[in-house]
Antibody, heavy 121, light 107 residues
C-alpha cells in the first residue's frame, strides 16, 4: 500500500494549485480518502474527505469554498484543487486513506510522504 | 467541533521508562479514538485505533485505553526509536480532529 503526493510549490497569495496523490497496492475505489495538513512546526489539521464513489464530500471550515477535493478511480488518484490561497494555507499536505468500519469508526492509514505548499509573495 | 486536548504537551523521559500520555475529548466519543506517532520530517504513523487496538507491526510496548472522554497511550518501556511526537484523533463526528500533540524527548 503506497500513497505518493505531488504538486506542492511556492505560490503567491490569491493563487491556485492542484495537488495529486497516486495510490497503489489496494482497491482504491472502495475507500474514502482524505487530505490532512500540517503547518510548519504545528499540529495536524484535517482538510477534506471524499468517499469511494464520490457521493460524500466534507471540508474543513477553513478551506470551504476555496478547496475542492476530487478523485479519479480509473487512475487510482486523489486530488485537491486549491484556490484563493492564503499565507495560512502554508503547510505540508498529506494524502491518507480512511480505514475502518463506519463513518464514525475509522482511522487514517497509511499516509503519503507529504507535499509542501508555501504561500508567499 | 469536538476539541481534543492532550497532556502533557511535552515530556522528557529516559530509555526504559514507562510513560503515559492523556487525551481528553470535549464530549463523549465512545471508543472512536486513534493514536499516531510522528518523527521529524516524516509522515504520521498509525499506532492504535479504536482506543485500544494495536495496529499491525506496532510493538506490544504500546497500548491504548479509555472510552467516553478520557483516553491514554502508554509506552511500557521506552526505546530510543520512540522519541517522537504523538497525536490523538477522534473520528466520532465530522470534522475529525486531532490533539495538539505530545512531544516525547530524551532526558
Amino acid at each position: 500500500v503506497d500513497l505518493v503526493e505531488s504538486g506542492g510549490d511556492l505560490i503567491q497569495p490569491g493563487g491556485s494549485l492542484r495537488l495529486s496523490c497516486a495510490a497503489s497496492g489496494f482497491n482504491f475505489t472502495t475507500y474514502s480518502m482524505s487530505w490532512v495538513r500540517q503547518a510548519p512546526g504545528k499540529g495536524l489539521e484535517w482538510v477534506s474527505s471524499i468517499s469511494g464513489g464520490r457521493a460524500t464530500i466534507y471540508y474543513a471550515d477553513s478551506v470551504k469554498g476555496r478547496f475542492t477535493i476530487s478523485r479519479d478511480n480509473a487512475k487510482n488518484s486523489l486530488y485537491l484543487q486549491m484556490s484563493s490561497l492564503r499565507a495560512e494555507d502554508t503547510a505540508v499536505y498529506y494524502c491518507t486513506r480512511d480505514l475502518g468500519y463506519t463513518s464514525s469508526w475509522y482511522w487514517f492509514d497509511p499516509w503519503g510522504q507529504g507535499t509542501l505548499v508555501t504561500v508567499s509573495s | 467541533d469536538i476539541q481534543m486536548t492532550q497532556s502533557p504537551s511535552s515530556l522528557s523521559a529516559s530509555v526504559g521508562d514507562r510513560v503515559t500520555i492523556t487525551c481528553r475529548a470535549s464530549q463523549s466519543i465512545s471508543r472512536y479514538l486513534n493514536w499516531y506517532q510522528q518523527k521529524p520530517g516524516k509522515a504520521p504513523k498509525l499506532l492504535i485505533y479504536a482506543a485500544s487496538s494495536l495496529q499491525s507491526g506496532v510493538p506490544s510496548r504500546f497500548s491504548g485505553a479509555g472510552s467516553g472522554t478520557d483516553f491514554t497511550l502508554t509506552i511500557s518501556s521506552l526505546q530510543p526509536e520512540d522519541f517522537a511526537t504523538y497525536y490523538c484523533q477522534q473520528s466520532h463526528k465530522t470534522p475529525p480532529t486531532f490533539g495538539q500533540g505530545t512531544r516525547l524527548e530524551i532526558k
